[in-house]
């Protein structure tokens, strides 16, 4: 019965591990970078559980110190967060089929968590639902944790928090890795990293990632209606 019960959380935190470890130190630096910018563990806490935008995160305690206006912060937000608009499109329907869990786990999906669901397999015996929405859930758990005690540390700890933020990009380095040695065909990857290349080259390192995006997922599109013509 017990066993039964909790089967769900199990696989789910048997699936997440790896972005429990990745989670736990950078949301560790996080928390590290906006104590040393002269905010308590509460904001670390708070903007973890209502932001949970990973990268734009780290960008935040640059725009909470440098005084930039709202404008400006949504602009950045949409140039660094709306490539979860085009990742997402692949999870559209089958999240309208999630009932009430449906809002939190749009709200949630964060690429690491997006990487996790694309690869996991859910066993027959096991709710499809319940599985999605504890993996989505325990990983803003490990992003909030380590927030948290980051913020914590920071008021008793100091030094130089300098090339911290890079363990974010670390992470997105990993997870590349693993798709590519799951994956049988590489060409979507492939796809990517160069429209990513080609587009940094034209627009700069902080305006590349929505047109890279919006390029390679037409591009996928017209290769995958070649294949069924």
């Known amino acids: 019965m017990i066993r039964g019960k909790y089967k769900h959380i199990g696989f789910a935190f048997h699936k997440t591990i790896p972005v429990m470890l990745g989670y736990l130190f950078l949301g560790m630096a996080f928390g590290l970078l906006l104590q040393n910018a002269g905010y308590s563990f509460l904001w670390a806490f708070l903007s973890s559980l209502i932001i949970y935008a990973g990268s734009m995160q780290f960008v935040l305690v640059t725009l909470l110190t440098g005084g930039v206006s709202l404008i400006h912060t949504a602009?950045?937000?949409?140039?660094?967060?709306?490539r979860h608009i085009f990742y997402g499109l692949?999870?559209?329907?089958?999240?309208?089929?999630?009932?009430?869990a449906y809002p939190y786990l749009v709200f949630s999906l964060t690429d690491e968590t997006y990487s996790v669901l694309c690869g996991t397999h859910v066993p027959e015996d096991m709710d499809e639902k319940k599985v999605f929405f504890w993996i989505s859930f325990l990983d803003q758990c490990y992003w909030v944790l380590g927030s948290t005690l980051g913020g914590l540390a920071g008021q008793y700890i100091t030094f130089d928090s300098t090339g911290i933020d890079f363990s974010m990009t670390a992470l997105f380095v990993v997870i590349v890795i693993e798709q590519w040695q799951e994956k049988e065909a590489h060409i979507s990857a492939i796809i990517g990293a160069v429209c990513g290349i080609v587009f940094l080259l034209i627009f700069g390192a902080d305006r590349f990632i929505l047109p890279a995006l919006l390029c390679a997922m037409m591009a996928l599109i017209i290769m995958n209606k070649a294949k069924k013509s």
């Open 75 to 82: 602009l950045m937000t949409l140039f660094i967060n709306g």
């Open 90 to 100: 692949s999870f559209v329907e089958k999240y309208k089929k999630m009932g009430k």
